[in-house]
């Protein structure tokens, strides 16, 4: 194709960027056939002007947003807004301003949380723009130049070159020794080795060798090839076209408070016009005092606290969260965490370390198990539990020589990152192996200084060194496949012949393991040797053994998901790699990895087929982007909440779709951080579970909060309605109701969002996902606290009455009767069925403790401070009447913890 121009045959306007189109099946003649491009001269200058019009810029376009203001007011797009908004108008109507202002406030500042959390949210494109290549090496009229990576158009010939990013989608042309880092975009572990000859038509997108996609870094060698996508039309262009067209689900809290609001606004409307129809045409109270009454009924059954003590409880939440290593980027995805039932993790950095490690070493006369995980050089060898000192077998010394000298990384330690690799991972392996039998990398390399090399190629795949030793001898030192290093060698170390079936046989079982394997061989050569070809590499080596490597689960990945699975949590594993180590790394895990699920066989699945498959294991392997999408909506069809770790590109869309994404924050590309939720800033599964045990204390004490603020408001209720349907004087004012859960909300409300978890958090099923926050046995619960509230309010009211005090003494009797209530009603309603009458309960959460001092002096001064007599019109109450409301205070308690015995009694634990 040398001398074509790129002005002769040149394809229409449209088929620069043809979508279509299998490039990894079409040879390289006639790739660039179809694109009108020459190896030799690339592009001329102004055809590739011409694409640029065409194809567009090589970024991702931007997507449609909404505008600022837009945003900021659909913060006030909820039912339970529209109710503190109503509850701010009625007290302003009422003419108390400052009730007004705090609860307009409330409603003002969770605005502001949610519009910033919000546009936090929206850099997920940003960052997956971000992941281009800045600039680009191509070959235009002939020329080499260095371009923008935005200026890239279909057609181009580029340069790629070792530690460059790859800057678009590019059909492989030449390669030289070419491995690529496909991690952020397959999950692949290892780097991939390149080739530039046709595939498959159907291969997957982890197993295109011919193909190197934008934003995969080249971790060794060079090549050149074509493009054939730029900007959305790339496979990162495509993700990120998946993440904007992925709508983000709302959270399990904010359905079920958005259902709470719905019922609770339509149960006041209701209540609140037959009350004034009752009270009018039944009762004949004037129209206005009717009025006046139904609005303090408003005021009382609304919780205007409640959005509050929501947001507070969350940013507790977070606060804890973030001292555990998990940052939260939207605040319901803490509640959420305690709500989800399957969590959908990638493996490579996640459940895995992603550092290889050598796992098994064969030797003719049998296995090495190597212990140790990772690059730090730690652990030892032992043969059937039995620890084996590396010094006391010289054939294990001599592979660790082998794999140390015949290797080009290097492992570097420092005091904040620890052990860190240049080079290749899988000779990083190797060279741990080797500082683990107790080498010194320096000493054996002066011992036996390397002369020449031959470097690994994808088409003898192995690599080669020659090397002398300062007495006279060389060698040379071989690791390379199996198949390939088998080859080249007729004896074992051993001194015995090859037995090939034996070998095959080993290779199979460790391979079923999900190891990766490599062999390595030594021969002498000629002492006076100082050059090393491939003529050389005849069939005369000696194998040393062979190596098998994996990139190792984490030991606390496999602690936490058994701690899921106790908790009635799925873990799936869903990943790039092949089916084979999926399979392994899942069977350590404790996972169902006997038959895995394979991108592939998705591709064939219909909806219920894939249902009945995702019953059966819980491992899915060579899975593309669009794979995790439909995984996480068929998961979510089915009823499940889920939610999806990840750190890849790859899974950037998956992260967005779930009920909450779970980003790693170290290895984790801005794409994931951006989409995601969550963001664990270890890149530690073992973290998700104390996330997952926080967001499930997170909400129960939610629900403690609606348990405390709910009997309140229905005692409030109460006595008004009691009052106005027996034809009696209010018992309490608007101002006064607005007083009481003022007070308590600020005070012990608020103390229950600091409330540790209960014991045996962890050891229950997650709550179904369609259980309202309002349960039934909670319902029982608020219905039951709500009318012993109701009872000795009215004994207080009608005592005072009785004793022939002003109706403004017995009001101010009834307000502290509730707010006492309320006191001790915090003892019952930290513990859902527990006994409140432990010291844990007494002395466990300091906030509870000092909120009720707080909240008794604030009572006194309502009760005797002239200032607030004359605001409020409340009297100094006598010791009698102090007596009596204590005494019903503590006969309330009593009552409460009767009904918690009985619940107990009958096996009920939660609520």
């Not at 996508?229 to 809290?253: D, F, H, K, N, Q």
């Not at 950095?349 to 995980?373: F, K, Q, W, Y």
């Not at 990083?428 to 000493?443: Q, V």
């Not at 010291?839 to 001092?853: C, H, I, K, P, Q």
Request: hydrophobic share 45%; with cysteine.
């Amino acid at each position: 194709m040398t001398g074509r121009s790129a002005a002769i045959n040149l394809p229409p306007p449209t088929a620069p960027q043809q979508e279509g189109t299998r490039w990894h099946a079409l040879s390289t003649e006639e790739t660039l056939d179809r694109l009108g491009s020459s190896l030799a001269s690339g592009l001329a200058r102004e055809v590739a002007r011409e694409r640029l019009e065409q194809t567009g810029p090589n970024c991702l376009p931007s997507a449609p947003r909404r505008g600022t203001l837009t945003r900021l007011f659909l913060q006030f797009h909820n039912p339970l807004i529209y109710v503190l908004l109503a509850a701010g108008l009625v007290t302003l109507a009422l003419q108390h301003y400052t009730d007004a202002s705090v609860i307009l406030a409330v409603v003002i500042i969770n605005a502001i949380i949610g519009f910033i959390q919000e546009g936090k949210a929206e850099q997920a494109l940003e960052a997956v723009r971000n992941m281009l290549a800045s600039r680009a090496t191509v070959v235009r009229g002939g020329e080499r130049l260095e371009i923008d990576a935005i200026e890239l158009v279909p057609g181009d010939i580029v340069l790629l070159e070792s530690g460059g990013r790859v800057p678009a989608d590019l059909r492989l042309l030449k390669v030289k020794n070419l491995r690529l880092n496909e991690a952020p975009l397959t999950g692949e572990s290892v780097p991939v080795e390149k080739t530039n000859e046709p595939l498959a038509h159907f291969a997957a997108i982890g197993d295109r060798t011919n193909m190197a996609h934008s934003g995969c870094v080249v971790t060794y060698g060079q090549a050149t090839g074509v493009v054939i996508a730029t900007g959305a039309a790339s496979e990162i262009g495509r993700i990120g076209t998946l993440v904007a067209g992925v709508e983000s689900l709302a959270t399990p809290l904010a359905r079920r408070l958005d259902q709470f609001a719905r019922q609770i606004t339509l149960f006041i409307l209701i209540l609140g016009v037959l009350t004034f129809l009752y009270g009018h045409f039944v009762g004949g109270m004037p129209m206005l005092e009717i009025f006046l009454a139904v609005v303090g009924l408003a005021v009382a059954a609304i919780p205007e606290g409640l959005p509050a003590i929501v947001t507070i409880t969350l940013s507790i939440g977070t606060r804890i969260m973030a001292q555990h290593r998990a940052l939260v980027r939207r605040l319901p995805a803490v509640e959420s965490l305690g709500s989800i039932t399957v969590i959908c993790t990638d493996k490579t950095g996640t459940l895995t370390r992603n550092e290889m490690t050598v796992v098994n070493v064969m030797l003719p006369e049998g296995d090495i198990a190597v212990s140790g995980v990772g690059y730090a050089p730690e652990g030892g060898f032992h043969i059937d539990k039995t620890t084996l000192s590396p010094s006391a077998s010289s054939p294990l010394m001599a592979l660790a020589r082998c794999s140390l000298l015949c290797n080009d990384a290097r492992l570097y330690h420092t005091p904040e990152d620890g052990w860190i690799l240049s080079g290749d991972p899988t000779e990083g392996a190797l060279l741990t192996f080797a500082l683990k039998a107790g080498l010194d990398p320096d000493d054996e390399r002066a011992n036996a200084p390397r002369r020449d090399e031959i470097p690994f190629e994808s088409d003898h795949r192995f690599m080669a060194t020659l090397h002398h030793d300062h007495e006279g001898h060389a060698f040379i030192l071989l690791k390379g496949a199996p198949e390939k290093v088998l080859q080249l060698c007729t004896e074992e170390a051993s001194g015995q012949g090859l037995d090939h079936t034996r070998l095959e046989q080993r290779i199979e079982d460790a391979a079923r393991q999900g190891q990766r394997i490599l062999a390595l061989a030594r021969c002498d050569a000629p002492p006076a040797s100082t050059s090393l070809n491939i003529g050389d590499m005849l069939p005369c080596f000696t194998l040393l053994g062979l190596v098998g490597m994996i990139d190792p689960a984490r030991p606390e990945a496999i602690d936490a998901v058994e701690e899921c699975k106790r908790a009635g949590i799925r873990v799936i594993m869903i990943t790039g790699d092949h089916a084979a180590t999926a399979a392994a790394v899942g069977r350590t895990l404790s996972m169902q990895a006997d038959k895995p699920l394979t991108g592939d066989e998705i591709d064939t699945l219909d909806e219920a087929g894939l249902a009945q498959r995702l019953r059966e294991t819980e491992v899915v392997a060579r899975a593309s982007p669009e794979h995790k999408l439909r995984l996480v909506t068929a998961l979510q069809t089915q009823g499940e909440l889920v939610a999806m770790t990840g750190d890849g590109v790859n899974d950037a869309p998956a992260l967005k779709a779930a009920d909450i994404g779970v980003a790693m924050g170290l290895r984790g590309t801005d794409a994931a951080r951006e989409a995601s939720a969550l963001v664990l800033t270890d890149d530690n599964f073992a973290t998700i579970t104390r996330a997952v045990r926080q967001g499930r204390t997170v909400f129960d004490n939610i629900k403690k909060s609606l348990l405390f603020i709910l009997p309140t408001n229905g005692g409030e209720s109460g006595v008004i309605l009691l009052a106005i349907f027996a034809g009696l004087a209010l018992p309490i004012t608007a101002g006064q109701i607005l007083w009481i859960n003022m007070v308590t909300t600020i005070t012990l409300a608020l103390a229950l969002a600091f409330e540790p978890a209960e014991g045996g958090v962890m050891k229950r099923p997650p709550r179904p996902p369609s259980e309202p926050i309002v349960t039934r046995l909670l319902l029982a619960r608020i219905i039951y606290v709500s009318l012993l509230m109701l009872a000795v309010t009215f004994i207080v009211y009608e005592w005072e009455l009785a004793r022939g005090n002003s109706i403004e003494t017995a009001r101010t009797a009834v307000v502290n009767m509730l707010v006492m209530g309320e006191l001790v009603y915090l003892l019952n309603a930290r513990r859902f069925t527990a006994s409140g009458l432990t010291m844990e309960t007494l002395y466990g959460n300091r906030v509870a403790f000092w909120s009720s001092v707080i909240l008794i002096v604030l009572q006194l001064l309502f009760t005797y401070t002239p200032p607030m007599q004359e605001l409020f019109h409340t009297t100094a109450l006598d010791m009698l009447s102090w007596l009596l409301i204590i005494g019903l205070a503590l006969t309330k308690f009593l009552a409460v913890e009767a009904e918690k015995w009985l619940l107990r009694h009958l096996g009920i634990q939660r609520m």
